[in-house]
């Protein structure tokens, strides 16, 4: 694989966990609830525990993986991600943005269109 496609990859992984952080993000804060600064990334990843309880041990598994990963590629080298990686990835996404809607749908209609 050539150096171009390692930073394709890397940073469509990048884009996609920033995207299922805030999805997270969105389902903590519309259940009540705030992540302090410190340690942000991590405490938002295990906060799934409290807002998707019937499946967040998977979840919070692999985005904890996801979390380490973006760390390596924003701080160290790159060709950390792998296609697999933002194939599931971008599976996750789709899983958490139904628990979004589905949330904000039950508890704030008004915000949805």
Request: aromatic share 8%; glycine share 2%.
């Amino acid at each position: 694989m050539t150096l171009k496609q390692w930073l394709e990859i890397d940073t469509r992984f990048l884009s996609a966990y920033r995207c299922a952080l805030a999805l997270i993000t969105i389902l903590i804060r519309a259940n009540g609830f705030r992540i302090l600064r410190d340690q942000h990334h991590y405490r938002t990843i295990e906060a799934l525990r409290f807002v998707l309880p019937e499946t967040e041990s998977a979840y919070r598994v692999f985005l904890q993986q996801c979390r380490k990963k973006r760390n390596e590629l924003s701080y160290c080298t790159v060709g950390v991600a792998t296609e697999n990686d933002l194939k599931e990835l971008l599976n996750m996404i789709t899983i958490i943005r139904k628990a979004v809607s589905d949330t904000l749908s039950s508890n704030f209609p008004e915000l949805v269109p």
